[in-house]
């Protein structure tokens, strides 16, 4: 599984999936802020292609741009 398939996967939605240590995350394609929660799995191969669709429209269901609260 690699960064390119899942995002050509989950063009439709705007999103991008990045990598963090130990997780991954999605940014939106226009403002390049993170969108959603992050998907909490070290690497990309732990979840099948369908999964990373489905996190990548949930996403951008019930997220909102990150904004951290420091």
């Known amino acids: 599984?690699?960064?390119?398939?899942?995002n050509r996967a989950i063009r439709?939605?705007?999103l991008?999936?990045?990598r963090g240590e130990g997780y991954q995350y999605?940014?939106?394609t226009k403002t390049g802020s993170q969108y959603g929660e992050?998907?909490?799995v070290c690497?990309?191969?732990h979840l099948p292609l369908d999964r990373w669709?489905?996190?990548a429209e949930e996403a951008l269901k019930n997220?909102?741009?990150y904004v951290p609260n420091f």
Do not use: Q
């Open 1 to 6: 599984m690699t960064k390119k398939r899942i």
């Open 12 to 14: 439709h939605t705007g």
């Open 16 to 18: 991008e999936i990045n």
């Open 26 to 28: 999605f940014t939106h």
């Open 38 to 40: 992050s998907v909490m």
């Open 43 to 45: 690497y990309l191969n």
């Open 53 to 55: 669709v489905e996190e």
């Open 63 to 65: 997220g909102v741009d």
